[in-house]
T-cell receptor, first 117, second 114 residues
């Protein structure tokens, strides 16, 4: 099966500019996650969707970050305006609920690396 | 308090040897799951192994096994017969209760040498 697709892989912007990242999850995966991974740290959850509804956005800096998942499939994460500390890799992941070993395992995309100058 | 603690920033192991990567966790929920992911330099997080809190036996997947000690709240990853391709960052993560999101540790960088 096709994996989680993300684009762009790399983006360089200046502070105060805006940027958008796109994610297409594995077909049939109802749950989609955006994680932020700052260099040298573990991934931190920004937002979780179940179909097209938000389940958890408690760590999303809502003054500058926004995300949507229209039609319950692909998703876009936007940053506007960007700050230097937003430099990170933005990882998208998806999962399906169910029973058995493979259920509830997050499958990650390759990530989008953002550099803010 | 940190929910997931990985105290080894970096580890070295010789090829063909076994290595243990440490992970301790903190939760009050009786139902939880523990995961290990590998992140090579390419950046993608690769799922390795899963252990549920109610599982009676330690999980194994090929060369990977999880040493689950519930009373000590530890879930160490054991890699047997290390290969050069095992060089990567390794992250321990936890899911609590009915939530599906994962909380990650800070990771351990493993370097396999000849």
């Amino acid at each position: 099966e096709a994996g989680v697709a993300q684009s762009p892989r790399y983006k360089i912007i200046e502070k105060r500019q805006s940027v958008a990242f796109w994610c297409n999850p594995i077909s049939g995966h109802a749950t989609l996650y955006w994680y932020q991974q700052i260099l040298g740290q573990g991934p931190k959850l920004l937002i979780q969707f179940q179909n097209n509804g938000v389940v958890d956005d408690s760590q999303l800096p809502k003054d500058r970050f926004s995300a949507e998942r229209l039609k319950g499939v692909d998703s876009t994460l936007k940053i506007q305006p960007a700050k230097l500390e937003d430099s990170a890799v933005y990882l998208c992941a998806s999962s399906f609920r169910g029973q058995g070993y493979g259920a509830n395992v997050l499958t990650f995309g390759a990530g989008s690396r953002l550099t803010v100058l | 308090a940190q929910k997931i603690t990985q105290t080894q920033p970096g580890m070295f192991v010789q090829e063909k040897e076994a290595v243990t990567l440490d992970c301790t966790y903190d939760t009050s929920d009786p139902s939880y799951g523990l995961f290990w992911y590998k992140q090579p330099s390419s950046g993608e997080m690769i799922f390795l192994i899963y252990q549920g809190s109610y599982d009676q036996q330690n999980a194994t997947e090929g060369r990977y096994s999880l040493n689950f000690q519930k009373a000590r709240k530890s879930a160490n990853l054991v890699i047997s017969a290390s290969q050069l391709g095992d060089s990567a960052m390794y992250f321990c993560a936890m899911r609590e209760g009915t939530a599906s999101k994962l909380t990650f540790g800070t990771g351990t960088r493993l370097q396999v040498t000849l």
